[in-house]
Each structure stands twice: as C-alpha cells, then as structure tokens.
C-alpha cells in the first residue's frame, strides 16, 4: 500500500512537502515517483527516485523547484516543492517504480496552490 500525504492550500512562492509511505512490499526493491494530475488535464510525470537514491530524474516544469527523496528505512518518499505556483495545482500521487511500468499507486493528495 501507499499513502501520500502532506497536501493543503497554500500561497504561490511557498514550499510544501509531500509525504508517502508504503507498507506490505520490501520497499527498498523499488524506485519511486510522484505524479500529478491536474482537473480537466493528463496525469504528468512529476520525479522519480531508484532503489538507492542515486538516480533522480524530474518532469520538466519542475526541474529545478521540487527536491524528490526517499528512506528506506522508514519506507517513505518525500516530494518537496519549493516557489510553488499556482499550475502546480493538481492531485499528487505516489508510485512504484519497476523497469518502465508504475504497477501500485496510491491514493492522491490534494495541492492547492493560490495566486
């Protein structure tokens, strides 16, 4: 299972950091990502995180403003969003990451983000 959390309102230029934890699979045998999904539009790639951390890798509208992170330990990924904007608006969604695919998702949190 996974569980993203941290979501809320907040002003544009603000950070926020998102939460997700997992249980019920050996957490550390997986790379990580978040998406988004925005009303009205496509689910968006957001970042990604592999086994050990050493491979990251961004979406292009956040490359730069959001830091994605991840320990095994406590079986957690983080997702920190720096100089939010307001088209960050979107659910954000935790995922597993095998190969190519996202075989488990969990249930999104909502970011809002006012101008």
């Known amino acids: 299972q996974l569980q993203a959390s941290g979501g809320g309102l907040v002003q544009a230029g603000d950070s926020l950091r998102l939460s997700c934890a997992a249980s019920?699979?050996?957490?550390?045998?997986?790379?990580m990502a978040w998406f988004r999904q925005a009303p009205g539009k496509e689910r968006e790639f957001v970042a990604s995180i592999s086994t050990s951390g050493n491979i990251i890798k961004y979406g292009d509208s956040v490359k730069g403003r959001f830091t994605i992170s991840r320990d095994n330990a406590k079986k957690m990924v983080y997702l920190r969003m720096d100089s939010l904007k307001p088209e960050d608006t979107a659910l954000y969604y935790c995922?597993?990451?095998?190969?190519?695919?996202?075989?488990?998702w969990g249930r999104g949190t909502l970011v809002t983000v006012s101008s």
């Open positions: 019920g699979f050996i957490f550390s045998n997986y790379g």
């Open positions: 995922a597993t990451k095998w190969g190519s695919s996202y075989p488990n």
